[in-house]
């Protein structure tokens, strides 16, 4: 069984920042991809911003420059640093990652972490 517990959500003034985790934690052999995506009320899920096992990144035209993924490959954690928010950024955020459990099977599933709630807003 495999877990991802995200934190840091909140409520934030236009201009601000936050930094959002995502721990994995449980049955993980490896982890290939980590990312987050959000949720807005009324609109489909999106991709924020990804990294992969090597650090390679990829965001969001919306988020480039002010959002910053980072991994920490030891601690089996993903960071999303979120800095000049801006309202349109309000959603629920969510983390994902690409997990091979089973050294005996190459097989790699994705998990969902539960959302956290980022709110900006004066």
């Known amino acids: 069984q495999v877990q991802l517990v995200e934190s840091g959500g909140g409520l934030v003034q236009p201009g601000g920042s936050l930094r959002l985790s995502c721990a994995a934690s449980g049955s993980i052999f490896s982890i290939n991809t980590m990312g987050w995506y959000r949720q807005a009320p009324g609109k489909e899920r999106e991709l924020v911003a990804r990294?992969?096992?090597?650090?390679?990144?990829n965001c969001a035209d919306s988020v480039k420059g002010r959002f910053t993924i980072s991994r920490d490959n030891a601690k089996n954690t993903v960071y999303l640093q979120m800095d000049s928010l801006k309202p349109e950024d309000t959603a629920v955020y969510y983390c994902?990652?690409?997990?091979?459990?089973?050294?005996?099977?190459?097989?790699?599933?994705?998990?969902w972490g539960q959302g956290t709630q980022v709110t900006v807003s004066s």
């Open positions: 994902n990652a690409i997990i091979r459990v089973d050294f005996k099977s190459e097989y790699q599933y994705e998990y």
């Open positions: 990294i992969s096992s090597g650090g390679s990144t």
